[in-house]
């Protein structure tokens, strides 16, 4: 998943007690899940950012540099 602007999305979930701190600081998401040895999924690794469209650029350097860890990740669950 990936959203310029996470806030305006069925994607956010708000939260009356952080609501400011959240929208200022949670805007721009990158998501990927990582999976189990068996091939199952095992969670997801998330990135965020508090700029707009910060993630939105595929070949950005944030962009392939979560791409690199989330493959790292699962490279080592692989090898449990």
């Known amino acids: ?3 310029g602007d996470v806030r305006h ?3 956010w ?8 701190d959240d929208m200022r600081n ?8 990582y999976y ?4 199952a999924p ?9 700029r707009v469209d910060h993630f939105t ?6 962009t ?4 690199t860890v989330v493959s790292f990740v699962n490279m080592v669950l692989l090898e449990e």
Do not use: C, E, I, Q
Request: charged share 15%.
């Open 1 to 3: 998943m990936v959203s």
């Open 57 to 62: 650029k595929l070949n950005a350097s944030a």
């Open 36 to 39: 189990r040895p068996n091939g």
């Open 9 to 11: 999305t069925a994607a």
């Open 64 to 67: 392939l540099a979560f791409d």
């Open 13 to 20: 979930v708000r939260s009356p007690r952080t609501l400011t």
């Open 26 to 33: 949670y805007v721009s998401v990158m998501a990927k899940p």
């Open 42 to 50: 095992g969670g997801t690794v998330t990135l965020t950012s508090g």
